[in-house]
């Protein structure tokens, strides 16, 4: 079961930190955001060993992906808001982390957590 946590409303410019509690998995971790009336999208994804990091081009910079492997949780930290970036943020996993850009996963997807930039 996925759960992510962090969410809330900032300004234009305010940075949030979205935490992901996972099952212990070995597996490649991703962050995917959904915005109204749009399909999820893949936002950050890091390898199972840390050696691969990809992001979507318009965080790149602004968006930092992380993970604590002995607590089971997956991070992203996120400064310098943009009004574009408010959608439900989700997390999940898969085998590959090529898999994960192309929107596949592993989970259920978790309940989300909400991402609101005013500006």
């Known amino acids: 079961q996925l759960v992510e946590s962090g969410g809330g409303l900032v300004q234009a410019g305010g940075s949030l930190r979205l935490s992901c509690a996972a099952p212990?998995?070995?597996?490649?971790m991703a962050w995917f955001r959904q915005a109204p009336g749009s399909e999820r999208e893949f936002v950050a994804g890091?390898?199972?060993?840390?050696?691969?990091?990809y992001y979507e081009d318009s965080v790149k910079g602004r968006f930092t992906i992380s993970r604590d492997i002995a607590k089971n949780t997956l991070f992203l930290q996120m400064n310098n808001l943009k009004p574009e970036d408010s959608a439900v943020y989700y997390c999940?996993?898969?085998?590959?982390?090529?898999?994960?850009?192309?929107?596949?996963?592993?989970?259920?997807w978790g309940q989300g957590t909400q991402v609101t930039v005013s500006s």
């Open positions: 890091m390898s199972w060993n840390n050696h691969q990091i």
């Open positions: 212990s998995v070995a597996r490649p």
């Open positions: 999940n996993a898969e085998n590959t982390l090529s898999a994960l850009r192309e929107g596949s996963h592993s989970f259920a």
